[in-house]
């Protein structure tokens, strides 16, 4: 009776530091209130604010800028060897007192025929300006 006891302890206790290891990788985060947002074409674009993405895109950057009724979210990629990326936005949500913005650099497929020619991916979202400080995301 004591050695099956022992056998299941150690079947409980591998078990446990699976489950245990398989969630290290895991984030939590607090959902927030989805926000209404569209994605803006360049010829969308505020002049003042495409100088500001011209000046910095060849570096990663996010800004917010304001035009005192809408925010324009700018998530920046940085230079990139070739064509073919694309930005997937996973979340633009009012958590607490704070617009968090959570995108994703997808990049082009393997095999996958681009242009041989450098890039700068970014993105740019419009919604209302609710006045509020914002927090941006990448998901490597």
């Known amino acids: 009776m004591k050695k099956g006891f022992v056998i299941w302890a150690v079947f409980g206790l591998i078990f ?3 489950v245990g290891c398989g969630k290290k990788n895991q984030v939590i985060r607090e959902s927030g209130t ?3 947002f569209i994605i ?3 010829d969308e674009i505020p002049e003042k604010l495409q100088e500001k993405i011209e000046e910095e895109k060849k570096k990663p950057f996010q800004l917010g800028f304001s035009d005192g009724k809408d925010l324009y979210l700018v998530i920046g990629y940085g230079e990139q060897e070739t064509g073919g ?3 997937k936005v996973h979340a633009v949500e009012q958590v607490n ?3 968090r913005v959570i995108t994703e650099l997808i990049p082009p497929k393997k095999g996958e025929a681009v242009v041989q020619v450098l890039s700068y991916p ?3 979202l419009r919604t209302k300006d609710i006045q509020l400080p914002i927090e941006f ?3 490597p």
Request: aromatic share 10%; charged share 15%.
């Open 16 to 18: 446990l530091l699976m």
């Open 34 to 36: 989805p926000l209404q």
């Open 40 to 42: 803006l074409d360049e």
């Open 85 to 87: 990326y694309s930005i």
């Open 97 to 99: 007192n704070t617009i």
């Open 122 to 124: 970014y993105i740019v």
């Open 137 to 139: 995301e990448t998901i």
